[in-house]
């Protein structure tokens, strides 16, 4: 059995547009899609999926996840497709995203053929206006690519399959709590099960889109991402005990960032890669921050 999964909170017609675009679907192989909704009054999420199972002739699972935070909702998703339904393959994807028919098939291939633990599709961003100069070869938007096959990480689960034989043999394997409203715990996650011999592939025929609106093409969104980021990092080599090592490469870091800001005020990249190495520093003492309580889309 082969689940889609939709973490979501407060983005119906996001949330819409994806499920359609699932059931344009190019694959011989049955599957079906669970929306996992962190949105326990209103549930917008839930009356999304049952106008639509209806419509689109597709059936849809729902579940509502009262505990705030992202790392619950992905904690729900698995207990539900590997425990509870004893599904084999876990495919997820966020709710602002929306993928191509050949997105299944492209991820279900490369498992098969690494016999991957976890495959990652390739992300292409969608603006929705016309971007600014400073989002070209931004990494914030454009995410790396690979030919598919093996790989050494992955770092997010914005799309990505996760097979049910790793978590047989790892028995509670779950996301942390402590990253559900900071961001970073999927980065987490997947490090702790690359740390217990995970295999990762990736899939670059899986294709999906990540939209990107206003609120989400500003120098004020990639200064807040690109922080976050580093912050996020910094947590994580907290508990893998090479935070200082991190410190020192990011202290440097930072400096020859701050000169080539000064030097080149006009390169925007400077700045984003300069405050990415401050959220690194910061990262073992100050507040983390609460980035999942703002929405960006809808």
Same mark, same amino acid.
């Given at each position: 059995?082969?689940? $889609?999964? @939709? =973490?979501?909170?407060?983005? =119906?017609?996001?949330?819409?547009?994806? @499920?359609?675009?699932?059931?344009?679907?190019?694959?011989?192989?049955? %599957?079906?899609?669970? $929306?996992?909704?962190?949105?326990?009054?209103?549930?917008?999420?839930?009356?999304?999926?049952?106008?639509?199972?209806?419509?689109?002739?597709?059936?849809?699972?729902?579940?509502?996840?009262?505990?705030?935070?992202?790392?619950?909702?992905?904690?729900?998703?698995?207990?539900?497709?590997?425990?509870?339904?004893?599904?084999?393959?876990? /495919?997820?994807?966020?709710?602002?995203?929306?993928?191509?028919?050949?997105?299944?098939?492209?991820?279900?291939?490369?498992?098969?053929?690494?016999?991957?633990?976890? $495959?990652?599709?390739?992300? /292409? =961003?969608?603006?929705?206006?016309?971007?600014?100069?400073?989002?070209?070869?931004?990494?914030?938007?454009?995410?790396?690519?690979?030919?598919?096959?093996?790989?050494?990480?992955?770092?997010?689960?914005?799309?990505? /399959?996760?097979?049910?034989?790793?978590?047989?043999?790892?028995?509670?394997?779950?996301?942390?709590?402590?990253?559900?409203?900071?961001?970073?715990?999927?980065?987490?996650?997947?490090?702790?099960?690359?740390?217990?011999?995970? $295999?990762?592939?990736?899939?670059?025929?899986?294709?999906?889109?990540?939209?990107?609106?206003?609120?989400?093409?500003?120098?004020?969104?990639?200064?807040?991402?690109? %922080?976050?980021?580093?912050?996020?990092?910094?947590?994580?080599?907290?508990?893998?005990?090479?935070?200082?090592?991190?410190?020192?490469?990011?202290?440097?870091? %930072?400096?020859? %960032?701050?000169?080539?800001?000064? /030097?080149?005020?006009?390169?925007?990249?400077?700045?984003?890669?300069?405050?990415?190495?401050?959220?690194?520093?910061?990262?073992?003492?100050?507040?983390? =921050?609460?980035?999942?309580?703002?929405?960006?889309?809808?």
């Amino acid at each position: 059995m082969i689940y $889609v999964a @939709i =973490p979501t909170y407060k983005r =119906p017609k996001s949330l819409s547009r994806l @499920i359609k675009s699932l059931g344009r679907m190019s694959t011989a192989r049955e %599957y079906r899609i669970l $929306v996992a909704d962190n949105d326990a009054e209103m549930r917008e999420g839930v009356g999304v999926a049952k106008s639509l199972s209806a419509s689109e002739e597709k059936a849809i699972d729902t579940i509502v996840v009262e505990a705030r935070g992202i790392s619950a909702v992905r904690n729900a998703i698995l207990e539900y497709v590997f425990r509870d339904k004893e599904a084999e393959i876990l /495919l997820m994807i966020d709710d602002d995203e929306y993928v191509d028919p050949g997105w299944i098939d492209g991820m279900l291939t490369v498992q098969t053929e690494t016999a991957a633990d976890a $495959v990652a599709g390739l992300v /292409l =961003p969608h603006f929705e206006t016309t971007p600014p100069d400073f989002a070209k070869d931004n990494e914030l938007y454009w995410r790396t690519k690979h030919d598919s096959g093996i790989v050494r990480d992955i770092y997010s689960t914005t799309s990505l /399959l996760l097979a049910r034989k790793f978590f047989r043999e790892h028995k509670g394997f779950r996301f942390l709590d402590e990253f559900g409203m900071t961001g970073g715990g999927d980065f987490e996650f997947l490090n702790r099960m690359k740390g217990k011999g995970a $295999v990762f592939a990736f899939a670059s025929s899986a294709i999906s889109y990540e939209v990107f609106g206003e609120s989400r093409l500003t120098k004020d969104w990639n200064i807040e991402r690109s %922080y976050r980021i580093g912050f996020a990092e910094a947590r994580i080599a907290v508990k893998n005990r090479s935070y200082y090592r991190l410190f020192l490469k990011s202290f440097l870091a %930072y400096f020859y %960032y701050r000169t080539k800001v000064f /030097l080149y005020p006009s390169e925007f990249q400077y700045e984003r890669k300069m405050v990415k190495q401050l959220g690194r520093m910061k990262g073992r003492w100050a507040q983390a =921050p609460e980035v999942y309580k703002k929405i960006h889309g809808g």
